[in-house]
């Protein structure tokens, strides 16, 4: 990590002539200002960029249980600026080095009348954005409290167009609606905005560590001020707290394109450094595994004559694996609980004891005989509490097999019977878990998370999450499965708050036991989904027999999962996309560029490849007759030399899209 500078500007007041602090602040480029403002008896603050207005006077606040709010009439008592630019490097991701780089200022807020609590408010100016929370200082006049309801707005000066995830649809398994800002429902952030004059806002939070998740809602029909929402426990109360105590920030990334959102690192930024010392153990990676089959209803998690989780059948995936230098093999129904309703909240679930038929001793030495680890799985139903009981034993359980991976699952819309996912309870167990496996050397793959925030900052063992509708839509949903839209804006919306665990690469598109359901894609655009949507895991997720001897495979073998640079060179959400990526352990870059059901060509010029070098382009494209509904295997293969200099003709099928290596030669 290589500090640059930090400037603790001790200005604490600058009290202009008639006595007020100063309570202007602006990003370090000058183009963002922001003022804390108090009109009447409310505190609020304003966002513009240069001289365009983009939040109006947004309230902050707290209502409390058996308080007055913390709200209306607040005095401030100082206000103190500093700057911060720092240089870190992630332990792995989207870029290797991130600059943070900001302007601070905490506003110190006071009571004006009795019994004087105090809470500060702490902003900071990116370049890309803004981020706020709050502190609850220790003080004698506030001690434990209870959130009721955070009254955060975000008053929007105009009505831009967004995408956004209903906040009722479990585990943000959604597909982004696109409304006007005043049109839309009670929201999840990320909220992604476009403007009218061609600017794009994402709002969202960093670092939620012991909170309730915030969503966003208008204030009234029609209005286009948001208002948070924070998921409450089951008895109402949004958010136990005892000072000192800090929320989460509250983001917004400004940006110039679609594509500045994905590049921006605010909300990396405004997590805290990595608590893990070591950290030579957390490998990005792909895998395989026996999943796919359960969901095509060919095998079962439970036992019986198709049980997917037998020795031989593990045995047959770490063969392919082996073959194909891909490290990892999940494996799901594996342990005891998965006979009967195992959605039900059962008790039964053990994660120390294996069925019968897997034998894990003998499994895992032939894995580790052939460079190849088993992932482990933990799907607890929701039931937490039958998992924490277990918690510790059952990482100690994987180690002593030498698994380091392991993927947890939540589905049941009510942890325990009763509380939320997303609720402070929910956050709570998500992190105990998260901590415990750092302790025990193991990385997590959570499904059914709690919206992402970057907490993989600090905790990289964190790897990825789904809280995405991925592909296990496209082998059951009744709904036909995900359009081909669906992930030419996933993105911009869900993906900003970090890896999507989607599972891409199907390669077989028959789908005999659920024909009303398919994966809406082609070969090539199944391949391009590994560059455009990041994840530092990244399953090949169809069964071995559909890619042996398939030339597009090579593609999914020499895609990483860990990259150098992040360019997203063009975007229209919802529409089509091209993201371009550095591998991080060579000189080659990668490609993907996918289009909605609309057949496409685009130019892309490759001034993002190194202007010194010659590169082999290994181009995976729809052929000329390719669509996702009648040929979606109809795929070319091309090499050709390019230079920085060239211009890559894309031509993308409906459905379709298009993957190349550059592959470095000179
Ligand atoms: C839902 C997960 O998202 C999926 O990947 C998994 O196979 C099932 N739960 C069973 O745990
Ligand atoms: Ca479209």
């Not at 006071?110 to 709050?134: T, V």
């Not at 199907?506 to 090539?524: E, K, L, M, W």
Request: hydrophobic content about 35%; aromatic content about 12%.
């Amino acid at each position: 990590m290589k500090r640059l500078s930090y400037l603790t500007s001790a200005l604490a007041l600058l009290l202009t002539a008639c006595g007020h602090p100063t309570t202007t602040l602006t990003s370090p480029d000058g183009r963002l200002t922001l003022e804390f403002q108090q009109q009447e008896d409310l505190s609020g603050y304003t966002l513009r960029c240069g001289e365009t207005p983009l939040l109006d006077f947004s309230e902050i606040g707290f209502e409390l249980k058996d308080a007055p709010a913390i709200a209306r009439d607040l005095k401030i008592t100082n206000t103190r600026f500093t700057s911060f630019d720092q240089e870190w490097e992630t332990v792995w991701g989207e870029q290797q080095t991130i600059r943070n780089h900001y302007n601070a200022m905490v506003v110190a807020l006071e009571e004006k009348n009795a019994p004087h609590r105090r809470i500060n408010i702490e902003f900071r100016l990116f370049d890309d954005g803004m981020g706020f929370r709050y502190e609850f200082p220790e003080q004698e006049s506030l001690g434990e409290f209870v959130i009721t309801d955070e009254l955060t707005r975000f008053a929007f000066h105009d009505d831009p167009k967004a995408w956004w995830m209903p906040t009722r649809e479990p585990y943000y398994e959604s597909i982004a609606r696109n409304t006007p800002l005043s049109k839309i429902d009670t929201v999840n952030t990320p909220l992604t905005l476009e403007c009218a004059d061609g600017r794009f806002l994402a709002i969202h939070e960093a670092n939620l560590t012991d909170y309730a998740k915030m969503s966003l809602h208008p204030e009234k029909e029609g209005s286009t001020t948001l208002k948070c929402y924070l998921t409450p426990w089951s008895n109402g109360v949004k958010v136990y707290a005892k000072p000192p105590f800090v929320t989460p920030w509250r983001t917004m990334i400004v940006g110039n394109s679609a594509g500045d959102l994905v590049t921006s690192r605010l909300m990396l930024n405004l997590n805290e450094p990595c608590k893990i010392k070591d950290t030579d153990w957390i490998r990005p990676q792909k895998y395989i595994g026996i999943w796919w089959s359960m969901h095509l209803f060919r095998e079962t998690w439970a036992q019986g004559p198709h049980h997917g989780a037998t020795t031989a059948n593990t045995k047959r995936y770490i063969d392919f694996a082996a073959e194909n230098g891909i490290p990892g093999v999940l494996v799901e129904g594996w342990n005891v609980g998965w006979d009967g309703e195992w959605t039900k909240l059962t008790d039964k679930i053990d994660f120390t004891h294996p069925y019968p038929d897997f034998d894990i001793e003998e499994i895992t030495r032939y894995a580790r005989e052939r460079g190849v680890s088993l992932i482990g799985h933990h799907e607890t139903g929701a039931n937490t509490l039958n998992y924490e009981r277990q918690l510790d034993e059952a990482f100690r359980f994987y180690r002593k097999y030498g698994v380091n991976c392991v993927k947890t699952g939540y589905v049941n819309v009510l942890m325990d019977g009763k509380e939320l996912h997303d609720s402070q309870y929910g956050v709570r167990h998500y992190r105990k878990v998260i901590e415990t496996a750092a302790r025990y050397g193991i990385m997590i793959d959570n499904h059914e998370p709690v919206m992402p925030t970057g907490l993989e900052r600090t905790w990289p063992n964190l790897m990825t999450q789904e809280g995405v509708r991925g592909q296990e839509y496209n082998a059951w949903s009744p709904d036909g499965g995900n359009p081909p839209e669906h992930t030419t804006s996933l993105p911009f919306v869900r993906g900003l708050a970090g890896g999507m665990d989607y599972t891409f690469g199907t390669f077989n598109f028959d789908n005999p036991n659920s024909p009303f359901s398919r994966v809406q894609s082609t070969i090539a655009r199944e391949l391009a989904q590994y560059v455009v949507i990041y994840s530092p895991l990244q399953m090949a997720s169809d069964l071995p027999e559909n890619y042996r001897g398939k030339k597009g495979f090579d593609f999914i073998r020499d895609v990483p999962t860990d990259w150098k640079h992040t360019v997203v060179p063009q975007a229209v959400i919802g529409d089509y996309c091209v993201f371009a990526r550095q591998d991080r352990h060579s000189e080659d870059w990668y490609l993907g560029a996918i289009t909605d059901e609309n057949a496409r060509k685009i130019d892309q010029p490759l001034s993002f490849l190194d202007k010194e070098s010659k590169y082999v382009a290994q181009i995976y494209r729809d052929g000329e007759k390719a669509d996702w509904k009648e040929r979606p295997y109809d795929f070319e293969y091309i090499e050709k030399e390019v230079t920085a200099l060239d211009t890559l003709h894309i031509a993308m099928a409906s459905g379709g899209g298009c993957a190349v290596r550059f592959k470095k030669i000179d």
